[in-house]
């Protein structure tokens, strides 16, 4: 299971591409036509969002509206400590997100090496 956030970040090209973009966040009510409550959460969402420059996280409020959340870009933030070591039970979800993300991160590396490989 992954969140909303993590799966789009997997999803771009590059997480290079996520640099000054805003990401929308939409929660389907459980019951009736509405939205819910939307926020990157603080279990890796919201540090993974920032880590990777995204400008805004905006979300479904759960009142019909959409919330801005501007991020500030951290390049160097510690994920894991920031979120699933710190805690003293599983997180498997947070780990889980960090893990997906280090892996595309690795690949994205090697294809780089790659291409300045071809170049030469």
Known sequence: QRHAEVHCLLQLPRLSDAMGKDVLIVEIADIGPSLGWAPPC??????????????????????????????????????????????????????RAWLDISEKLSHEHMDAGDSMRGDL
């Open 42 to 95: 603080s279990r890796g969402c919201s540090q993974l969002l920032a880590k990777f420059g995204v400008a805004n996280a905006l979300f479904t409020n759960g009142l019909g509206k959409i919330t801005t959340w501007p991020l500030q870009h951290d390049p160097d933030l510690d994920i894991p400590a920031k979120t699933f070591a710190r805690r003293t039970a599983d997180d498997v979800i947070s780990e």
